[in-house]
């Protein structure tokens, strides 16, 4: 397993939870990361992502709530999800993007973490 996730489960709206990817193998090359979300019936979406300089981006659905970081050190990818709403409920995959060189790039996914938010 190239990155596992970890760090689920159910909340209250408005509560917290963080959510952690630890990269192996040929995944700690990464130059990005990244967590998308999916629920059943819809493609996955693009919840934030951070280079490995520490850079962050964010979907404008979780921005001013969500906060990613990343420890290099640890090859472990964070998300701070605060003020969670029910429409937050989702499985969370991590991703990882490495450059291999000639313009290619590898691409590697976590098992996914389901985050559930109860009203």
């Known amino acids: 397993v190239q990155l596992q996730a970890s760090g689920g489960g159910l909340v209250q709206v408005g509560g917290s939870l963080r959510l952690s990817c630890a990269a192996a193998g040929s995944a700690r090359g990464f130059n990005v990361m990244g967590w998308y979300r999916q629920v059943p019936g819809k493609s996955r979406e693009l919840v934030a992502a951070i280079t490995r300089g520490g850079t962050p981006s964010y979907g404008s659905s979780v921005k001013g709530r969500f906060t990613i970081s990343i420890d290099v050190a640890k090859y472990t990818m964070y998300l701070q999800m605060n003020s969670l709403k029910v429409e937050d409920t989702a499985v969370y995959y991590c991703?990882?993007?490495?450059?291999?060189?000639?313009?290619?790039?590898?691409?590697?996914w976590g098992q996914g973490t389901e985050v559930t938010v109860s009203s």
């Open positions: 991703n990882a993007e490495r450059r291999i060189g000639g313009g290619e790039k590898a691409y590697y």
